[in-house]
Nanobody, 115 residues
Framework: QVQLVESGGGLVQAGGSLRLSCAASGSIFSINSMGWYRQGPGKQREVVAQITDGGTTNYADSVKGRFTISRDNDKNTVYLQMNSLKPEDTAVYLC?????????WGQGTQVTVSS
């Protein structure tokens, strides 16, 4: 079992920045990759960024050049630095961990970008 707790969401004006954190606990040795997803109002959940245990990253086209995913293995935490935020980035952001035993999700953190 892996437990994930997100933090760092909030209300920000367009053009602003936020940094999300996802702290993992439990069977963290089994985590292969972690990622950030988001679900906006009336929209399907979509992948935002992913990072493997080797540090390989990939991003949705809509956030490339603006968002950066990183991980601190000592703190068992994954971050999502979000810059140049746009109103269309408004969503609940969720952290996901993929392990040999399955996939785990956090509860999510709300990000609201005002125009």
């Amino acid at each position: 079992q892996v437990q994930l707790v997100e933090s760092g969401g909030g209300l920000v004006q367009a053009g602003g920045s936020l940094r999300l954190s996802c702290a993992a606990s439990g069977s963290i040795f089994s985590i292969n990759s972690m990622g950030w997803y988001r679900q906006g109002p009336g929209k399907q959940r979509e992948v935002v960024a992913q990072i493997t245990d080797g540090g390989t990253t990939n991003y949705a086209d809509s956030v490339k050049g603006r968002f950066t995913i990183s991980r601190d293995n000592d703190k068992n935490t994954v971050y999502l630095q979000m810059n140049s935020l746009k109103p269309e980035d408004t969503a609940v952001y969720l952290c996901k961990a993929v392990t040999v035993a399955g996939r785990y999700w956090g509860q999510g953190t709300q990000v609201t970008v005002s125009s």
